[in-house]
């Protein structure tokens, strides 16, 4: 393409093979697309190998795949590598299976490099500027913190990924979110992202690769922009982008899969030159002043279905008429009732966990609320950390122990409570402060009732036993 560009068709036109034609409407190209590099897990993974078995077909770049069990597994403390739900254990065999017969690498349930594939995957190194990787996951968009294009792919796209290392791609349409200024104090990245959500909607980047830029995002370390383009999947970005700088290239030196410190620094040349042109030209731009983002916590089923905590329970007469039915169904599921303070609003239990908040950044954010307090009677409060690796790091530091004398369940790795496909789930009618990205009816268990908001809000609905302010939690001694 020619004339000034934005990082995501830098990317694309770099790893283009051939034109597959025009898209919809003719609109945007259809191609065929080489990827990098992806990641499997047991719960989407096994109608892909079981394609291949029946195709004759073999991996044809096994050493660019890695296989991580994260979906199923138990994150009891004292887990073992066997699990009591026959069905789940059938899902983590056959995985074990297919990496032995096709020659994936595979983390399994003991491995002390095991844990969410969206942390592991960065923590190893493995997750470099300008790459391009799909895997069966819709969080694959945290990549785009490291200026590398992540989307998700179905089934089918998976076992084409891995007969040819190609997939047909349409290109997407470009939008660019800002954030202006600098980030108040008790104001975190999944407040920025929960903000600009809630402003376009579940639907407001469809169709899109989302690039963030700013002076709020080039403030944030590695960490928080993970969370950022982790969740940029919620508003309908099939990818998330901001430009890889000085904190990304130290994030990946020195780390177990990284490339040589003379191969980083020969490659820093070329990563000079991924970021968006000036003039570069975007379907669609917002920009949003980072003074005014507050704390966030969702009152509804969906990740736009929220406010900041100062705020109240929306009145649907007061909402879009074509939004009004699904406000209405979210307040009964939520059993909310409309001009409630959010901070009025009790819960059950607390979850700091998930792909989008459960790194040692969030674990130190939550320790700082938590240090010297307790967990407020009748709520139940539990800590997956993302990875193993983030397990160790945290108890090297006695963030454990923090954890465990305000009352927390420190357990192992793995998604958990996110989505509820193990023993880690709410009973009908719970309510949750949550980390996690996803709030839909069910989500984390039958009637469950999910709040999403920071590891730091969760943390501090823990010690009240509400939905609270954080920043002023973190005035009160303690």
Not at 72 to 99: C, H, L
Not at 106 to 132: A, N
Not at 309 to 327: L, M, S, T
Request: aromatic share 6%.
């Amino acid at each position: 393409m020619a004339g000034s560009l934005t990082l995501y068709d830098k990317i694309i036109d770099r790893h283009r093979i051939m034109s597959l034609g025009a898209g919809v409407q003719g609109r945007e190209e259809r191609l065929l697309l080489y990827v990098d590099r992806t990641v499997l897990n047991e719960y989407t993974s096994p109608q892909a190998f079981s394609g291949l078995r029946e195709a004759g077909c073999k991996v044809w770049r096994p050493q660019a795949a890695l296989g991580v069990v994260d979906h199923v597994n138990s994150t009891a403390a004292n887990r073992t590598d066997v699990v009591e739900d026959k069905g789940a254990q059938g899902q983590i065999d056959y995985f074990a299976r297919n990496g032995r017969d096709f020659g994936i690498e595979m983390f399994d349930v003991l491995d002390p490099r095991q844990g969410i594939e969206h942390v592991v995957l960065p923590e190893l190194g493995w997750v470099l500027p300008g790459m391009v990787i799909a895997a069966g996951d819709s969080h694959t968009t945290t990549y785009g913190a490291f200026g590398a294009v992540g989307f998700g792919i179905g089934t089918s796209d998976i076992e084409h990924l891995l007969a040819t290392q190609t997939l047909p791609y349409t290109r997407l349409k470009r939008m660019r979110a800002r954030f202006e200024g600098p980030l108040p104090v008790g104001v975190t990245a999944k407040d920025l992202i929960m903000t600009l959500i809630h402003k376009i909607g579940a639907d407001g980047a469809a169709g899109h690769a989302l690039e963030f830029a700013g002076e709020a995002i080039d403030a944030l370390e590695v960490e928080g922009r993970m969370t950022i383009c982790n969740m940029a999947v919620e508003c309908g970005a099939r990818v998330a982008l901001m430009a890889a700088d000085e904190k990304v290239f130290a994030y990946i030196a020195g780390r177990p899969r990284s490339p040589s410190s003379a191969m980083l620094a020969e490659a820093q040349k070329t990563w000079a030159d991924m970021r968006t042109d000036k003039g570069a030209v975007f379907d669609r731009e917002i920009v949003i002043q980072a003074a005014q983002v507050a704390p966030m916590v969702s009152w509804g089923t969906s990740p736009d279905q929220a406010g900041t905590i100062d705020d109240v329970v929306p009145d649907p007469e007061a909402v879009a008429a074509d939004k009004r039915a699904g406000v209405v169904r979210a307040l009964e599921y939520m059993d909310l009732a409309p001009g409630t303070p959010l901070s009025d609003i009790r819960i059950d239990r607390a979850f700091i966990g998930s792909c989008t908040n459960a790194r040692l950044s969030d674990l130190r954010d939550a320790a700082r609320v938590l240090r010297g307090r307790r967990v407020a009677p009748g709520v139940r409060a539990m800590i997956s950390p993302g990875s193993s690796s983030v397990r160790r790091e945290a108890e090297a530091e006695g963030l454990d122990r923090v954890f465990v004398e305000a009352g927390f369940e420190w357990r192992q790795s793995g998604c958990s409570m996110c989505l509820a496909m193990n023993e880690d789930v709410l009973a009908p009618g719970e309510r949750c402060a949550s980390s996690t990205n996803r709030n839909f009816e069910g989500r984390q268990g039958t009637g469950g009732r999910t709040h999403l908001m920071s590891p730091a809000m969760v943390a501090a609905a823990a010690v009240t036993g509400r939905l609270t302010d954080v920043r002023a939690l973190k005035l009160l001694e303690a």
